[in-house]
């Protein structure tokens, strides 16, 4: 193993880059609040999870796909770290910086978009029950007294994979 000094440049350096990928709202753009998104349930907390109600942005390690169809892209790990915010300037897009990387694949662009979109509830299906919960939220807030239920959103937050729901609700079930 060979032992080399370094004066810390190139670890800055290597922190600094990033890729920065933008997922359009769509249809969710008018309604979307990344902080309800992400807030909606309590595993936001757990760990790899970040949140910053300061800059009210949202962090944590999403892995690549597993093939790599761009040999010129060297990724020496299988995940990378990202931070996700909703932007004033970009409203009808979300902002995800992938961090210790220059250059991504459009298959690991793909799969972590595609990863994003299912924590945050971003698809078209997802779009529609969030519609239709908030109608019927606000039904039920004139009926009733639940003005809270208004304020939910109508998005659970969830992990970027079922392996990892199902693993945090099985470990947090009667954990009393």
Known sequence: MENTKSDGKEEEEEEEESVVL????GDAAETFNLEKAVCSHGLFMMSPNLWDPLSRTFSRPLRLSLSDSDPQVSTPTTSLFVSIS???????????RVYRTRRLSLEHQESLVAQVVRMLRLSETDERNAREFRKMAEAAATEENCSWLADFGGRVFRSPTLFEDMVKCILLCNCQ
């Not at 909703?86 to 995800?96: A, D, E, W, Y």
């Open 22 to 25: 933008e997922i359009p709202l």
């Open 86 to 96: 909703h932007l004033p300037h970009l409203p009808r897009s979300l902002s995800v």
